[in-house]
């Protein structure tokens, strides 16, 4: 049964759609968008995410759309059968606009939004892709009465197909600000970890904290060499995250909310993760994900750390953690410090008059760029 999503009568009214990922990424970017949105402004959630309930917490409807995969489906099969449920989903909610998150819209979408012309929409497209790639999707532009880019701080190092691809560009995107983290002593409390002592945060993946050659066991053992406790994000190694008191298991969303909780940061370099651990002081050791099939980490990574912002390094395994963490304790501050007083702020706020202005919900002007 489709969740409820009450239709009221000249209420204004927002499609979120968010692709299948990796990770938490596009839904992440969608719920910063709806949550700076006006109060009588109704926000609807599609996700091909798994993780889509979490969205329930803002207070907003949703409903799960299976991607190609999880259904097993052919993919000629799976594109019709999109095309008819988000048509249904638009005759159902009568949105003034559609946003879609992610860097690869599905056939059939289209089919969806020509049949419902009253909805005008907005591709939500992330740069820093690979050089090279994905460069056809480019052309479903014309799908869209608008394509938004959320700023990257690594914008500097792209080199991918977006760069001079025509969009409304914003500055860089975070669901959370400075002002909506919980205080050290209530982030702690509330993710079930100890009051004292130096702690940080490993989100490397899944992965076996008892073993010294995979990322997530070499950042865990690196930490302890240095007293520092870990809290590891990936759910698959819940059993394993117990086994001694300097390993924690931290489950939140979002986990950024009880950011203070933490002296330090081992993360992978998506654009969630870099720009949270950035924007909001964290100091931070990024480990680019090379496997990717079109985000930049390595990239993105590189620059921060030109920058002075981060450490990076590709690897942790061979023997080379030990002391990257030990120059993250020792000089983690102080990146992190040169990494804030360089913020150019949330672009979020922005990007949401601009999905208001095209839905013809506001008359705000445009904050972005085209190019």
Not at 57 to 65: D, H, I, P, Q
Not at 185 to 204: N, Q, Y
Not at 264 to 292: C, I, K
Not at 293 to 304: E, F, G, I, K, N
Request: charged fraction near 20%; aromatic fraction near 4%.
């Amino acid at each position: 049964m489709l969740p409820r999503c009450d239709i009221i009568a000249g209420m204004p009214s927002v499609l979120l759609v968010s692709s299948n990922g990796a990770g938490m990424g596009h839904l992440t970017r969608l719920l910063a968008y709806g949550r700076r949105m006006p109060a009588d402004v109704r926000r609807h959630v599609v996700s091909m995410s798994q993780a889509v309930p979490v969205v329930a917490a803002e207070g907003l409807t949703w409903e799960y759309l299976p991607s190609q995969g999880a259904t097993g489906l052919r993919p000629a099969t799976w594109r019709s059968l999109l095309a008819d449920r988000m048509s249904e989903v638009l005759g159902r909610v009568d949105p003034d606009v559609l946003v879609f998150d992610g860097t690869h819209p599905y056939a059939g979408l289209d089919v969806a939004l020509a049949a419902h012309p009253r909805t005008r929409a907005v591709w939500s497209r992330r740069a820093m892709w690979k050089p090279g790639r994905n460069g056809p999707q480019l052309d479903k532009a014309a799908w869209f009465d608008v394509v938004l880019e959320p700023g990257d701080l690594a914008s500097d190092a792209d080199r991918g197909e977006t760069v001079t691809a025509a969009a409304t560009r914003v500055r860089p995107v975070t669901m959370l600000d400075l002002e909506d983290l919980s205080d050290r002593a209530t982030a702690r409390a509330a993710l079930g970890l100890p009051a004292d002592g130096p702690l940080a945060l490993v989100s490397l993946g899944a992965g076996n904290i008892n073993d010294t050659g995979d990322e997530v066991g070499a950042a865990v053992r690196a930490l302890r060499s240095q007293g520092v406790g870990a809290c590891v994000t990936a759910p698959s190694i819940a059993e394993r995250a117990y086994a001694g008191d300097d390993v924690h298991l931290v489950r939140h969303f979002p986990l950024s909310e009880h950011f203070r909780a933490f002296d330090h940061v081992v993360t992978a370099a998506g654009y969630n993760s870099v720009h949270e651990a950035l924007r909001l002081g964290v100091p931070a050791l990024l480990v680019p994900n090379d496997a990717t099939s079109l985000d930049d980490q390595v990239a993105r990574a590189r620059h921060a750390a030109e920058r002075g912002w981060a450490l990076t390094a590709r690897t942790l395994t061979g023997g080379g953690a030990d002391a990257l963490v030990e120059e993250l304790v020792a000089r983690g501050p102080e990146l992190a410090a040169r990494a804030q007083a360089q913020d150019p702020g949330n672009g979020a706020a922005d990007a949401a008059q601009e999905i208001l202005r095209v839905a013809g919900l506001a008359a705000a002007p445009r904050t972005g760029t085209a190019s």
